[in-house]
């Protein structure tokens, strides 16, 4: 797929790295505890409905395990993971970039050690380390705002090694029902362009702008108000915005 037409990196994606279909599990139950403990709580979405409903389903179905949804802020790139993880009790895990972010928000990092027990520091483990050892959806919020440098540590996680390396020298190997979505919004101030070598290891797709009656029906879902015409004018006001 040429992305070109993005203006965030000139290269031409790769999408053979795909790996054999294997349909993520379902059911909290089925997860270790430990995830389930530090999983992003998305209950409120239980009740949404997907506006791509065949992209999740690929995703779920394990072709590809990484995926990146570029496109306009409000088209719900992110809802959409959240809306299929609710409703199929899975876990989800939501990770929010910025030009402040550093590779030990993502991994794994040393804190100190309150306890009392043990050594001066402890090893914290962040989100992305539970879902790739346990199972479960990590979304990586609008990538395009950290650095390629900090980036790069989801190589090995993503790619054919399917490891990841935390601080204390420990290898964490992925989990069958691991899957990985990144979001961004293409030429936004502030945005970084991607690395090739980054993003290479994802397959892509474009949300189009959320179109009137979307928007509609999500703010009905959301705010429980279902006066359309009402909501029609609010679509003319965002979309004029």
Same mark, same amino acid.
């Given at each position: 797929?040429?992305?070109?037409?993005?203006?965030?990196?000139?290269?031409?994606?790769?999408?053979?790295?795909?790996?054999?279909?294997?349909?993520?599990?379902?059911?909290?139950?089925?997860?270790?505890?430990?995830?389930?403990?530090?999983?992003?709580?998305?209950?409120?979405?239980?009740?949404?409905?997907?506006?791509?409903?065949?992209?999740?389903?690929?995703?779920?179905?394990?072709?590809?395990?990484?995926?990146?949804?570029?496109?306009?802020?409000?088209?719900?790139?992110?809802?959409?993971?959240?809306?299929?993880?609710?409703?199929?009790?899975?876990?989800?895990?939501?990770?929010?970039?910025?030009?402040?972010?550093?590779?030990?928000? =993502? @991994? /794994?990092?040393?804190?100190?050690? !309150?306890?009392?027990?043990?050594?001066?520091? *402890?090893?914290?483990?962040?989100?992305?380390?539970?879902?790739?050892?346990?199972?479960?959806?990590?979304?990586?919020?609008?990538?395009?705002?950290?650095?390629?440098?900090?980036?790069?540590?989801?190589?090995?996680?993503?790619?054919?090694?399917?490891?990841?390396?935390?601080?204390?020298?420990?290898?964490?190997?992925?989990?069958?029902?691991?899957?990985?979505?990144?979001?961004?919004?293409?030429?936004?101030?502030?945005?970084?362009?991607?690395?090739?070598?980054?993003?290479?290891?994802?397959?892509?797709?474009?949300?189009?702008?959320?179109?009137?009656?979307? =928007? @509609? /029906?999500?703010?009905?879902?959301? !705010?429980?108000?279902?006066?359309?015409?009402? *909501?029609?004018?609010?679509?003319?006001?965002?979309?004029?915005?």
């Amino acid at each position: 797929i040429n992305i070109t037409l993005y203006e965030y990196t000139k290269i031409t994606v790769d999408n053979s790295h795909s790996v054999t279909k294997n349909t993520i599990t379902k059911g909290y139950e089925n997860y270790a505890k430990e995830a389930i403990d530090h999983m992003t709580d998305v209950s409120q979405y239980k009740s949404y409905t997907c506006e791509y409903p065949q992209i999740v389903e690929m995703v779920l179905d394990g072709l590809p395990i990484a995926m990146i949804l570029a496109g306009p802020a409000g088209t719900g790139k992110s809802t959409e993971f959240k809306i299929a993880c609710a409703q199929n009790e899975i876990p989800c895990y939501v990770t929010q970039f910025s030009a402040n972010s550093q590779e030990d928000d =993502f @991994i /794994s990092s040393y804190i100190p050690n !309150t306890t009392g027990e043990g050594g001066q520091f *402890l090893l914290k483990r962040r989100d992305f380390t539970y879902a790739f050892e346990h199972g479960g959806i990590v979304i990586l919020d609008e990538i395009n705002f950290a650095s390629p440098n900090v980036l790069s540590i989801f190589n090995s996680a993503i790619d054919d090694s399917a490891c990841i390396f935390l601080d204390d020298g420990s290898i964490i190997h992925r989990h069958k029902d691991f899957r990985c979505i990144a979001t961004l919004n293409p030429n936004y101030n502030g945005t970084n362009k991607l690395n090739p070598a980054f993003v290479d290891r994802f397959d892509f797709f474009y949300y189009p702008e959320i179109g009137k009656n979307s =928007f @509609i /029906s999500r703010l009905q879902t959301e !705010t429980g108000f279902k006066n359309k015409k009402a *909501l029609g004018v609010i679509y003319e006001q965002f979309d004029k915005l």
